[in-house]
């Protein structure tokens, strides 16, 4: 396969060592040419520095690391406030002016295009429109993936997510035998992400996954967060073989694709 160009958008950094790094350390391994885009700097995630723009610089430096870890040729900030998450998991009240969620979509998209058009990227990576557990931040994220795909005619786009259904199935019997932090919570895990049947994608990263662990371990300042909902603290405490069992395949959806299609490759069934 000729080296090919793929563009993964993220809301902040983070996700793409959660999500897609196996995919993008697998694609930039075959020799092609892999790029994060990242919507904000996230500075105000959950950590144990108080949000706000130190935590930004702190967040940026990781998700540098992280991509240099996981053979990134480029590595951009749209430079969007984070938008954050109410007590609830909604949107947040006390959200930055700039904050991403209340982005003008199309101009937001119009900067993602001129990204694609100028890597003239092959494939673009999104997420599916429930925004995987639903942050508001990785919604938009959808929103303005899918409309600068339009714009710049990118032709493959995927949706990363996670197949819930093993995912349910390995955290209920892990939780029989490995005690889980209170504030991780499976049940959040029922309504996110995608169903089996949805998945068009199921990308075997095993190979990878000591690359991904790295990438994770790089976002040091989320992995430390206090009382945090997020799952990353969780996720780097579980033990080696859950995680290669967990952590082994990526999934995405390609819309464009029949419903029931089964790839194993992001780069599979090239349209032309
Ligand atoms: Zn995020």
Redesign the pocket.
Known sequence: MPPRTAVFFH??PD?EALLTAGTMAMLAAEGHRVVLVVATAGERGLAEMEPGEELGHTRLKELYESAALLGCARVECLDYGDSGLSPKGGIAEDRPDNAFIDADSEEAAGRLAAILREEEADLLSIYDPAGGYG?P??VQVHRVGRRAAEIAGTEIVLEATVNRDPLLRLLRLAGKVYRFPPEFDVRTFESAYSSGETITHRVNVRKYTRQKRAAMAAHASQASGGDSDRTLAVLLKVPGPLYRLVFGTEWFVRRDLPPGTRLRHPLDRWPK
């Open positions: 809301a902040h996700d942050h931040d990785h």
